[in-house]
């Protein structure tokens, strides 16, 4: 079985990280999809970017992924025992509001892009 790589982020849209959250929860792809009220294919597609994902995506899946994940969380990998959760995550958690955890991203965005550093 062809292993899949991760597309390059984008300045439009970063990676996401759908798959290692579901599997980290211990749901399968149809199990998510009946949360979603979407086929094993729909979820397959989002999460090998063959479809493109929108914030009302991440929104939705943080959702049926329970567990307390924000959406925010699912543009990082998953904590596990060889990587726990990074101290910047930690931090965008703790911010409760949505628009909080944006503005958060929003600001390290311009940060990194305004002086090259980013890559």
Request: charged letters at 30%; glycine letters at 6%; hydrophobic letters at 30%.
């Amino acid at each position: 079985m062809k292993k899949l790589t991760r597309p390059k982020p984008t300045r439009e849209k970063p990676p996401h990280y759908i798959r290692e959250w579901r599997k980290f929860v211990g749901l399968s792809q149809e199990a998510l999809g009946e949360r979603l009220n979407m086929n094993k294919g729909s979820i397959s597609r989002i999460e090998t970017y063959e479809t493109n994902y929108t914030q009302g995506t991440l929104e939705a899946v943080a959702y049926a992924l329970g567990r307390n994940i924000e959406p925010i969380d699912l543009l990082a990998p998953p904590p596990s025992p060889d990587r726990p959760e990074s101290e910047l995550t930690a931090f965008l958690r703790k911010l409760k509001r949505r628009e909080d955890q944006a503005t958060a991203l929003r600001i390290l965005k311009a940060a990194f892009e305004k002086d090259g550093t980013n890559g």
